[in-house]
């Protein structure tokens, strides 16, 4: 099974169809003011860059890049659909993004994932792949609901 990534067509209703259930998945995870999943509209901004994964033409996941000054970038929205989980997707799409990330200049790229069990799997996938537990960044304040990671990406040639 061959995974491609492109830039993803935000207006696609495809992919519409992915952010819809990306918030499906993150409903009831945690309350509402814990829930940090952009929505689309919010993925236009012209600070991220989105990119979408798909299969024999389907599309199975998606992901974004967030400038976040000399920060460096914050992956956002990351989602592999269920039954495309564990056949690549999202080390395909994550290293997209830490490949855009060196490009940039980025010294690390830093995310927010749920506490809940339901993102068990996700934050097991994000530590096999450079990430590290850390405080809050940004504007994120201390939430029992959240949990922060990053990875160093200066001067590493695969982070």
Known sequence: MAVT???ADLAHPGFAALVDRHAE???GTAPAESQHRLERDELAAPDITVWQASVDGQLVGMAA??????L???????HTVAEARG???GEALLSTIKTAGR??????LWLETGAHPDFDRARKFYAANCFEETPPFG??????HSVFMTCTL???KEG
């Open 139 to 144: 504007t994120y304040r201390l939430d029992p």
């Open 5 to 7: 990534v492109t830039l």
């Open 25 to 27: 998945f993150c409903a």
């Open 72 to 78: 460096g970038g914050e992956v956002k929205s990351m």
């Open 87 to 89: 056949q690549g997707v």
């Open 103 to 108: 490009q940039r200049g980025y010294p690390a």
């Open 65 to 70: 890049l967030k400038a976040l000054g000399p």
């Open 154 to 156: 200066a001067g590493t």
